[in-house]
C-alpha cells in the first residue's frame, strides 16, 4: 500500500519556518513582510482562495490586505491601483487573482506589477528567470510548492523520470522548468503531456514521478500508473455527489482509489498540493521583503 503524503502537515511545517523568519523582519527592521493581493469581481473559487491566503498571512504574521474591485471594474482603475501597490514600501509581494472578468486582459495587468514584488511569479521577466534557471526569481507558488512536497517527503527527483500531464503556464510549464535544472530538488528527466498527446497512457506508464494537471475530473486510471510511481494530484475539479453533505465535492485528476494501491506515494486532493501552494506565496512573500531590507544573499 502506498505511502500518503500530507501536504497539509508539511505545509504547516513550511509555514513555521516563514513565520519565524517574518518575525525575525520584523525584529531587525520594524515591519513584516507584506502582501496586497487584488480581488475583481465575484468569482466564488477566487473568493475562497484569497481568504485563505489573506487568513494564513496573518497566521504567520505577515502584513496581508484585500484589495476589491466590482466586477465592472474599468481597466484603469485596476491598473492605477496596482501602480500604487507597485510604489507602496508596505508590501512586499503583489497579487492579482485570476482569472479576471473577461473586459480585462490579464497579460497586461500582470506585466504591470513589478517583477520584484511579483510573488506569484506570473511576469515575464519572472518566467524567463525561472527557466534559464537565474536566481532572484520568483517562482510560481504552485510548482515550487511540488517541488518542496516531493523534497521535504524524501522522494528524489535526480535522474528520475518526470512525466508531467498538462501544459498550463501555471501549473505544468514552470514545474517542467524547476525539475529540469541542475540541483537540489531538480536534475529530472522531464516528459510534457497535455490533451493533444499522442499515446500518453503509455508517456505516463513511463513515469517514476507523475504529476497530474490536466484538469480533469479523476483523469488519470490505475492502467496509466506504473506500479511504485510517485503521483502528485494537482486538481481540484467539483463534482456531484447526492452522497456527500453539500451534493457536492472535490476530486482531483486522479481516480484515487484505484490509483493508490499501485503507487508508492501520492498526494490527496483535499490536503495535498493546495496547503503547499499558499505555504509557498508566503515564502516568495518573506524572501521578497527580506531581498528589499537586507538585499540579495
Ligand atoms: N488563480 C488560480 N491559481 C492562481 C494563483 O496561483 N495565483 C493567482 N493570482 N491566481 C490564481
Do not use: W
Amino acid at each position: 500500500m502506498s505511502t500518503l503524503i500530507d501536504g497539509k502537515a508539511l505545509a504547516e511545517e513550511l509555514r513555521g519556518e516563514v513565520g519565524l523568519e517574518a518575525a525575525a523582519l520584523l525584529q531587525r527592521h520594524g515591519r513584516a513582510p507584506g502582501l496586497a493581493a487584488v480581488l475583481v469581481g465575484e468569482d466564488a473559487a477566487s473568493q475562497v482562495y484569497v481568504r485563505n491566503k489573506h487568513k494564513a498571512c496573518q497566521q504567520a504574521g505577515l502584513h496581508s490586505e484585500v484589495f476589491r474591485l466590482p466586477s465592472d471594474c474599468p481597466r484603469e482603475r485596476l491598473l492605477a491601483l496596482v501602480d500604487l501597490l507597485n510604489a507602496d514600501p508596505a508590501f512586499d509581494g503583489i497579487l492579482v487573482q485570476l482569472p479576471l472578468p473577461a473586459h480585462l486582459n490579464e497579460q497586461e495587468v500582470l506585466e504591470r506589477i513589478r517583477p520584484d514584488k511579483d510573488v506569484d511569479g506570473f511576469h515575464p521577466i519572472n518566467v524567463g528567470r525561472v527557466l534559464a534557471g537565474l536566481p532572484g526569481a520568483f517562482a510560481p507558488a504552485t510548482p515550487a510548492g511540488i517541488v518542496e512536497l516531493l523534497r521535504r517527503s524524501g522522494i528524489p527527483t535526480a535522474g528520475a523520470h518526470v512525466v508531467v500531464l498538462g501544459r498550463s503556464n501555471i501549473v505544468g510549464k514552470p514545474l517542467a522548468s524547476l525539475l529540469m535544472q541542475k540541483g537540489p530538488g531538480a536534475d529530472a528527466t522531464v516528459t510534457v503531456c497535455h490533451s493533444r498527446s499522442r499515446e500518453l497512457a503509455d508517456h505516463c506508464r513511463r513515469a517514476d514521478i507523475l504529476v497530474a494537471a490536466i484538469g480533469r475530473a479523476r483523469f488519470v486510471s490505475a492502467d496509466m500508473v506504473k506500479e511504485g510511481a510517485v503521483v502528485v494530484d494537482v486538481g481540484i475539479n467539483r463534482i456531484e455527489d447526492p452522497t456527500a453533505p453539500k451534493g457536492s465535492r472535490l476530486v482531483g485528476d486522479v481516480d484515487f482509489d484505484a490509483v493508490a494501491p499501485r503507487c508508492r506515494a501520492i498526494t490527496p486532493v483535499p490536503g495535498g498540493v493546495g496547503p503547499m501552494t499558499i505555504a509557498m506565496l508566503l515564502k516568495n512573500t518573506v524572501e521578497s521583503a527580506r531581498r528589499r531590507l537586507e538585499g540579495p544573499r
